[in-house]
């Protein structure tokens, strides 16, 4: 199993917009990813209401895991989306 830890690089939080432009990619990669942070989750990456519910805040630590064939390069990508600023 793959794992990666961020910090939410999005000022705003992970709200509806940056959450459904990383639910997309998430829903893309060719492995199942899950999502979660201190003491809540992990939810489906690729569920925008997961993440929703989740209620992420800009520099908060979430952490990211997959497993399968390709598993690293998934996190690798969706980790940099994490970290940078999805709202742009």
């Known amino acids: 199993m793959a794992q990666r ?4 690089g999005s000022r705003s939080g ?5 959450a459904a432009t990383f639910s997309k990619a998430a829903a893309q990669a060719a492995v199942p990813v899950t999502l979660a942070t201190h003491g809540k989750g992990p939810v489906a ?3 925008l ?7 992420v805040q800009f520099g908060e630590q979430v952490t990211l895991t997959a497993e399968g064939d390709g598993a690293e390069s998934v996190l ?6 994490l970290s940078s600023e999805l709202d742009a």
């Open 5 to 8: 830890v961020v910090f939410l």
């Open 49 to 55: 209401l997961g993440i929703l519910t989740l209620g």
């Open 14 to 18: 992970l709200h509806a917009r940056p």
């Open 76 to 81: 690798d990508h969706l980790a940099e989306m």
């Open 45 to 47: 990456a690729s569920s």
